[in-house]
């Protein structure tokens, strides 16, 4: 039994599946363990992949798709698998309306000017979806950056770091403050 061999066999398998997923989910992974030398054939392989969807019915659908193919795999390499949750899934987002446009308008005395999320910007993981499914959320997205960047990146964290991030920061704070304030 080569374990590697099978693991390296879900990645390629679901790296095809990720062609056909629907806008708003994500699958990402990594090896995290391999063997422990290369002559030697592993009896044991691992990886973490983490799943993403727009919805908590279609994560819920993700999950079954990459349970049924590792264990197809298994299945067709005479190994065996076994699919753990590291914790329990995050549930989508609610946004409360109401408390958004209050939100609005009070960042708005900022002179910043709100705008529905762009088609395929997407919350990622956060258990704020979770909180949402019981008390009235809001997850306002505020840029400290033009338009055509991106979070995650060196530039992100200099503007963090600086001058825009702190006053947008600043700014945002007395607009959930008001907010609160009204609620």
């Not at 705008?115 to 919350?123: A, N, Y």
């Not at 992100?156 to 600086?162: I, N, P, Q, S």
């Amino acid at each position: 039994m080569d374990a590697l061999a099978s693991l390296v066999q879900l990645f390629t398998t679901l790296a095809a599946l990720r062609q056909r997923l629907p806008s708003g989910s994500h699958i990402q992974g990594i090896v995290t363990h391999g063997g422990q030398a290369t002559n030697i054939v592993p009896d044991l392989a691992e990886g973490r992949f983490g799943l993403r969807a727009l919805t908590t019915a279609a994560l819920d659908s993700l999950i079954d798709q990459v349970t049924t193919a590792a264990h197809g795999i298994a299945a067709a390499t005479a190994t065996t698998v076994d699919v753990e949750k590291v914790r329990a899934p995050y549930a989508h987002f609610r946004p409360n309306e109401h408390l958004s446009a209050r939100f609005d308008e009070h960042i708005a005395r900022h002179g910043i000017v709100m705008s529905p999320p762009e088609p395929g910007v997407f919350l990622g993981s956060s258990d704020i979806g979770n909180i949402s499914t019981t008390l009235p959320s809001i997850h306002p997205f505020v840029a400290i950056l033009d338009s055509d960047q991106s979070d995650h990146t060196p530039e992100f964290a200099v503007a963090a770091a600086g001058m825009r991030g702190r006053e947008v920061m600043l700014a945002a704070a007395d607009a959930l403050g008001r907010t609160a304030i009204d609620l």
